[in-house]
C-alpha cells in the first residue's frame, strides 16, 4: 500500500507531466508547421539559387549614321552624312545565381542576381540598300544604290551582369526583372563599318528589362528588351561608336 507522500509525489507528478504535454504541443505543431514551409519552400518551383538558360537575339539600330569630316581649301567644315540601316544578331546561353535572399517592400520586394552572358554567335548585318549622303558644306545630297550587303561576325562575353528580380513571393509565376552589366565584343572584322580605322575589339555597356514565365516545374520562357551601347573606348584610330541599339530576346530557362 502506497504511503501518502508516495501518492502525494504522484499526483503532482502526473499534473506536471500533464501541464508540461500541454505547453509541448504546441512547440512541437509550430516546429513541425516550420520544418513543413522550409521544405515547401525548398522544393517550391520557383525558388530556386541557380539559372541556366539559352536565348537568341535580333535587334537594330536607330538612327544610325555614318559621318565623315573634312576642311575645304577655303578653311569651310565640310560632312558628308549617311544613314544607314545595320541589323544585329546573336545567340547564346547564360547563367546566374541568387546573391540575396528576400528583401524590399511591396512593388520593389525581390532578389538580386549575379549573371555571366555568352554569345558565341554575333552578327551585325548591313543588308543591300540605297543611302543618301548628305553634303553640309554645299547642302546636297547623292544616292548610292550599290552599298551592302557587308556581315561582320563575332563572339561577346557579359562577366559583368547584375539583375534584380522582382519577386513578392516563392510561388511567383510571372517573374519580371530589370538588368544593368557590361562586356566585351569581338569581331572578324573592324567594327563599326566607318569611314577611317575602327577596332576589332569594343565594349558593352548595357541594360535591359524582361520577365520570366514559368510553365513547367523549374523551367521558364524569358523574354526581354536590351540596350547596348557598342564602344572601342579609343583603342581604333577612329571611335564612332553605336550610341545604342535595341535588341529584342527570347529564351527558355531550366532553374535549380
Do not use: C
Amino acid at each position: 500500500m502506497l504511503t501518502r507522500p508516495l501518492r502525494y509525489f504522484l499526483r503532482r507528478s502526473a499534473w506536471l507531466t500533464l501541464l508540461f504535454s500541454l505547453t509541448l504541443i504546441p512547440s512541437l505543431s509550430s516546429a513541425q508547421q516550420k520544418q513543413s514551409d522550409n521544405q515547401n519552400a525548398q522544393n517550391d518551383v520557383r525558388d530556386p539559387y541557380w539559372q541556366f538558360g539559352l536565348f537568341a537575339a535580333g535587334g537594330f539600330v536607330p538612327n544610325y549614321y555614318i559621318r565623315q569630316s573634312e576642311t575645304l581649301t577655303n578653311g569651310q567644315a565640310d560632312t558628308l552624312t549617311s544613314n544607314i540601316q545595320l541589323d544585329l544578331w546573336s545567340a547564346g546561353f547564360l547563367g546566374g545565381r541568387m546573391i540575396t535572399g528576400f528583401h524590399g517592400s511591396k512593388l520593389f520586394r525581390g532578389r538580386t542576381e549575379a549573371m555571366l552572358e555568352v554569345i558565341p554567335f554575333w552578327l551585325a548585318q548591313y543588308p543591300h540598300q540605297t543611302i543618301t549622303i548628305t553634303n553640309s558644306a554645299y547642302g546636297t545630297q547623292e544616292t548610292n544604290p550599290n552599298f551592302g550587303p557587308v556581315d561582320k561576325y563575332g563572339a561577346s562575353i557579359t562577366p559583368f551582369l547584375i539583375r534584380y528580380n522582382f519577386q513578392h513571393q516563392a510561388s511567383s509565376r510571372i517573374l519580371p526583372w530589370t538588368q544593368l552589366g557590361g562586356g566585351l565584343l569581338w569581331t572578324n572584322h573592324k567594327f563599326p563599318y566607318e569611314v577611317g580605322s575602327t577596332s576589332v575589339i569594343n565594349f558593352t555597356p548595357q541594360g535591359g528589362i524582361g520577365f520570366s514565365t514559368f510553365l513547367r516545374r523549374r523551367q521558364s520562357i524569358d523574354l526581354a528588351l536590351k540596350i547596348i551601347h557598342i564602344s572601342s573606348a579609343g583603342l581604333g584610330d577612329n571611335n564612332p561608336g553605336i550610341n545604342y541599339s535595341l535588341q529584342f530576346s527570347a529564351g527558355y530557362s531550366w532553374w535549380k
